[in-house]
Structure formats: structure tokens, C-alpha cells
């Protein structure tokens, strides 16, 4: 198997990994929550784009198969977010940096301690009727 198709295919079945390994009677015993970070799609990534997807399908599903037992599943799907990988993604600037900024309504990439935020919040208890969602911390990018 290919380099990139087994990167992709261990992101698919990380999560059940960490099922079967034990996560849920720990999730079931502290009422903590499952969290999955899949992202949104791009040109030119259809197998990165498709596992990403996977993951969703993913959340949904293993939500519903734990939602009697009180374990909340979700995901958060983030937009670009100013790291190091997008730097080098794009460059520290120019036109590549410009363009992938203006996918985002809100005219910036987002912070990690955003997604961090997002992560606080399903996992707290102002989200425990949440389950089986992805919440899109994108900037707007989807809404476009």
C-alpha cells in the first residue's frame, strides 16, 4: 500500500482504534466525550478529502451506537488555522497566502486556541444535548 493511502486510511480507523482499546468504558465511567477533527474540502485532495469525510461519517455513526450510554461524539471541522503546516503550505506571504486567506469571509486565518475553544465547549456541559454534529470553526469559509 502506498505511503499516502496508508497515512489516509490509519486517520479512518484511529478513532475505532481508540474504541476498542479501552476509550469508551474510560469515556463511560467519567462521561467525557469522543472528539474526531475533520476538516473541509479542497481541490487537489480528493483521497485527503475523502478520509476527512470519513471521519464525519464516522462521528455520526459511533454516536449514535453510544448515545444510550451517555457518551457524546462529536467533531470540529476547522477552516485554515495560522500554524507552522500552513506556512509552509503557502508561504509566511504572497499571493498563494492571500488568496487562501480570502476563502475566509472573515479575512483571517483562524487561531488555535479558537479550535481549542470549540473542543472546550463539546466536551463541557453546555453541550451535553449535543452529539453526532461537527461544529465548523471556519471563518465562514463553508458559508461562502
Known amino acids: 500500500m502506498p505511503a499516502a493511502r496508508a497515512a489516509s ?17 474510560k469515556c463511560r465511567a467519567t462521561r467525557r466525550n469522543l472528539r474526531c477533527l475533520p476538516n473541509i474540502a479542497a481541490p487537489q485532495s480528493s ?3 475523502a ?4 471521519v464525519e461519517g464516522l462521528t455520526k455513526a ?3 451506537e453510544f448515545a444510550k450510554q451517555g457518551i457524546r461524539v462529536n467533531s470540529v471541522a476547522p477552516g485554515a488555522i495560522d500554524t507552522d503546516m ?11 497566502r492571500k488568496w487562501l486567506v480570502s ?8 487561531a488555535s486556541e479558537e479550535i481549542a475553544a ?5 466536551a463541557s456541559d453546555a453541550a451535553k444535548f449535543t452529539t ?8 465562514g469559509w463553508t458559508a461562502a
Open 118 to 122: 470549540a473542543v472546550l465547549y463539546l
Open 51 to 54: 478520509t476527512k469525510h470519513a
Open 9 to 25: 486510511m490509519s486517520r479512518i480507523s484511529s478513532p475505532m482504534q481508540m474504541v476498542s482499546a479501552g476509550l469508551v468504558p
Open 86 to 96: 500552513v506556512d509552509r503550505a503557502v508561504g509566511k506571504e504572497g499571493d498563494l
Open 103 to 110: 476563502l475566509h469571509p472573515v479575512g483571517r486565518f483562524g
Open 132 to 139: 453526532g454534529t461537527t461544529l465548523l470553526v471556519d471563518g
Open 62 to 64: 459511533v454516536a449514535l
Open 47 to 49: 483521497i485527503y478529502v
